[in-house]
């Protein structure tokens, strides 16, 4: 690795799951902002054609002229792609529905599953001096998800906390074997992170208990409880811990961010 400044590159993280609606662009949003706060300087990749990240990050949409589409197959200066968001250090690359078509137009480049990964470590993006990235992927297992794993150093599974929860979980799993052995062998799996967690309700605590007993070590400390500023932070464009950053939500995100921190950072040192 030839990196000229002392800086290092920086670590990139996919927060996936193929089940829609378990808390992906929630946690997507609320890490980045705790990993701001806590003094990084992060991007997000919103690599979901809905655009939510974006959007819960106060791009609008009449703002995303250039987008996580044209990263991937387009030649646009970063500096158009990348833009600020009002918490300070972090930036997005948005999305629109345009990248539902990019699934498609991808297959045809023999490159196809290695586009993101390239993006991403262009030397142009040094500029940036970005210390994470995160992605927020889309709901399926589709080329678009691959190219965030063949991207990134971790996986980061956000598990809600309700029945069948753990069902899914095998064909994730799956896939990022699958990905190890065709072009990412040291992808790691960052964590599992138990997402809208109802300390009164006995599914929750089922399962954690299941979580805990079959993935160990892999499951966060910190769950990530319902919390209504949570949901409600994103109709103000902004992540929960600037709309309330007292809110239970904003703690547990702050406390998640502590340890991705002490996974990540003492590999660094
Ligand atoms: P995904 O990206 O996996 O589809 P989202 O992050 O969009 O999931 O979350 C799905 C819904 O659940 C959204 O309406 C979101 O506001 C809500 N939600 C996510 N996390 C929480 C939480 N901790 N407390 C309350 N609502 C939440
Ligand atoms: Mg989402």
């Known amino acids: 690795m030839s990196n000229p400044s002392s800086q290092a590159a920086p670590k990139i993280i996919s927060i996936a799951n193929q089940k829609g609606g378990v808390g992906k662009t929630t946690t997507t949003i609320n890490l980045a902002a705790a990993l ?23 791009i609008d949409s009449e703002d995303r002229e250039f987008t996580t589409y044209d990263l991937l197959l387009e030649d646009i200066d970063l500096k158009s792609i990348i833009l600020p968001t009002t918490t300070a250090g972090l930036h997005i690359i948005p999305a629109t529905v345009d990248l539902s078509s990019a699934d498609i137009d991808l297959i045809s480049n023999e490159k196809r599953s290695f586009l993101l990964h390239d993006a991403l470590r262009q030397t142009a993006m040094d500029e940036f001096e970005l210390d994470y990235i995160l992605i927020d992927c889309p709901p399926s297992l589709n080329l678009l998800t691959v190219n965030a794993m ?11 906390s309700e029945f069948y929860a753990l069902e899914g979980l095998s064909q994730l799993m799956w896939s990022i074997r699958e990905v190890r052995q065709s072009g990412n062998k040291d992808l790691r799996i960052e964590g599992i992170v138990l997402t809208m967690y109802d300390q009164r309700n ?29 949901s409600e932070a994103p109709s103000f464009a902004m992540p929960v811990l600037s709309y309330d950053t007292a809110s239970k939500g904003a703690q547990a995100y702050r406390a998640l961010a502590r340890e991705v921190l002490e996974n990540n950072e003492e590999k660094v040192a």
């Open 36 to 58: 701001a706060e806590a003094g990084k300087r992060v991007l997000v990749v919103d690599l979901d054609p809905q655009g939510n990240a974006s959007t819960g990050l106060g």
């Open 202 to 230: 006995n599914l929750s605590l089922q399962v954690e208990q299941d979580a805990r007993d079959n993935l160990g070590e892999l499951v966060f400390k910190t769950r990530i409880p319902r919390n209504v500023r949570v």
């Open 150 to 160: 063949i991207a990134s150093d971790s996986i980061l599974v956000p598990l809600q």
